[in-house]
């Protein structure tokens, strides 16, 4: 999608996307008759004009309002190849269009795409506007690629074809990666992903991927992202019933997040050294999978008694947080579709954030509510930790029912040393949609992307 800057409206275009206030409404009897009063979400088309409401002005519209509006009109528009639009020129705006038109086409036999091909943002500007269009539609990008990702069906992307793509995305996005196989994982003790992997057909791979900016040392400061690669998570022996396994093809969507946003962090000019560590499996139940009541020895030493392989993420992400520590970051995230108890909280729309140094957690707060993704603290409450207590092991793996989300970030931090800034983002909500919904659609959402970019941005070392 092009996008450009023009002082009018193009003599040749296919619709005009006009953004309307709640005080400005046409007095327009089809307008009204339409009954469209300039809200949020509604819309009008009229003959080669479409409104978009953005509610109240009160001095301004958000860039979210801008976003989802964009977004509204990139569907509505989809037959279209050239729209005009006076929404202001913004970041939100290339966003919400570039989302907005996204689709998962791949495996469709009458695949009907999105047509747009050029939106001209009338109005004018200079070079920081386009500039700014042009990060907006870098970022949607970045993405579109962890959304096609998280829909690519579990059989057919294994941890070998996840960690193929990664490679080579990474090769395109001038990063730096490193890949270890089955015997490499073993040598370097990562038991945690070996364990889980057990009952796969499919070996794992263990992918580090390092993005050093333009001019800076080795030494310099580094943020460390380790990410949740589950390509599919049947629950192993402790297994899901079926409903519960819709939409598990997606539990690696802490690692697309994580690749997408690399993939863009030079061309961002991200300043922000980084490492990231994605462990990759599958979760199934195959004739040697890990058992109810196995232990666990990893390489820091502690123990774990494994009482549901259903809980696997947090097993995998405790080798990442292992090796992520040991590199003794300024800062490190994990980002992982991790809780079911973190939707039952905070709804489809929110993720939780959780960590051991609360400047840390509120950039990484601020960062995801700055770039439209909301998310929202949950207390990492020492008193739970005790749920955790195994009688046979350092601990175990699950605590109770109640507190899951705060329980499973209890058992993370577990693996991250003393005086180490960490935080957790459990995504299991919004990494994934039932319906289209303004920029976010049906499957996999990409959420996290907007947040790390954003956070790498804008970063202070805590």
């Known amino acids: 999608m092009q996008f450009e800057l023009v002082r009018e409206v193009p003599a040749k275009v296919d619709l005009l996307v006009e953004g309307v206030t709640a005080d400005a409404v046409p007095k327009d009897p089809t307008v009204a008759a339409a009954g469209f009063e300039g809200k949020e979400g509604q819309s009008v088309l009229l003959p080669g004009r479409l409104l978009v409401g953005l509610g109240q002005s009160n001095g301004g519209v958000s860039d ?16 279209c ?33 999105n047509r747009i091909e050029r939106v001209s943002v009338v109005g004018g500007g200079g070079a920081r506007a386009a500039a700014t269009l042009d990060r907006g539609a870098r970022i949607a990008e970045a993405v579109k690629l962890a959304r096609d990702f ?17 490679q080579e995305i990474a090769e395109q996005s001038k990063l730096r990666v490193k890949v270890l196989d089955e015997a490499a994982i073993a040598k370097a003790g990562y038991n945690g992903l070996l364990a889980v992997n057990k009952g796969s057909d499919n070996p794992p791979r263990w992918v ?3 993005y050093q900016p333009a001019g800076a040392k080795a030494s310099a ?26 939409g598990m093809k997606g539990d690696m969507g802490g690692a697309a997040a ?16 980084v490492r990231a560590f994605i462990p990759i499996t ?16 990893y390489k820091n030493g502690t123990t774990v008694e494994v009482l549901n392989t259903d809980a696997e993420g947090r097993l995998i992400l405790a080798d990442g947080l292992i090796a992520a520590s040991r590199e003794k970051p300024a800062a490190i995230i994990d980002l992982a579709t991790l809780t079911g108890a973190q939707v039952v909280a905070l709804g489809k729309k929110v993720a939780a954030v959780l960590g051991n140094h609360d400047g840390w957690t509120e950039q990484v707060r601020n960062a995801g509510n700055a770039a439209g993704e909301p998310i929202w603290p949950l207390p990492l409450w020492k008193g739970y930790r005790r749920d955790l207590d195994s009688t046979v092991a350092d601990m175990k793996n699950i605590g109770n029912r109640w507190a899951g989300t705060i329980v499973a970030a209890l058992f993370l931090e577990e693996f991250v040393p003393d005086g180490q800034p960490w935080a957790h983002l459990d995504i299991a909500g919004p990494a994934w949609a039932d319906n289209d919904d303004a920029e976010v659609s049906a499957g996999g959402t990409g959420f996290g992307v907007r947040t790390i970019l954003e956070l790498l941005r804008t970063y202070k070392r805590p």
């Not at 690749?259 to 300043?271: I, Q």
């Open 208 to 210: 580090e991927l390092t």
């Open 221 to 246: 400061a580094t943020v460390a992202l380790v990410g949740k690669g589950i390509t599919f998570d049947s629950g192993g022996l402790s297994i899901k019933p079926s409903d519960g396994m819709i």
């Open 81 to 113: 190849k050239h729209v005009a639009t006076t929404l202001p020129p913004s970041q939100a705006l290339a966003e919400g269009f570039e989302l907005g038109a996204y689709q998962f086409n791949k495996y469709r036999s009458k695949a009907k795409p």
């Open 64 to 79: 979210d309002v801008v976003r989802r509006a964009a977004a509204s009109a990139a569907r509505i528009a989809a037959r």
């Open 282 to 297: 599958d979760n199934m139940l195959g004739g040697d999978a890990q058992r109810v009541g196995d232990i666990i020895r």
């Open 150 to 166: 998280v829909n690519e069906p579990g059989g057919s992307l294994t941890a070998p074809v996840f960690a193929d793509a990664i």
């Open 258 to 273: 994580i690749v997408g946003a690399l993939s863009a962090a030079k061309d961002l000019g991200v300043k922000v050294r």
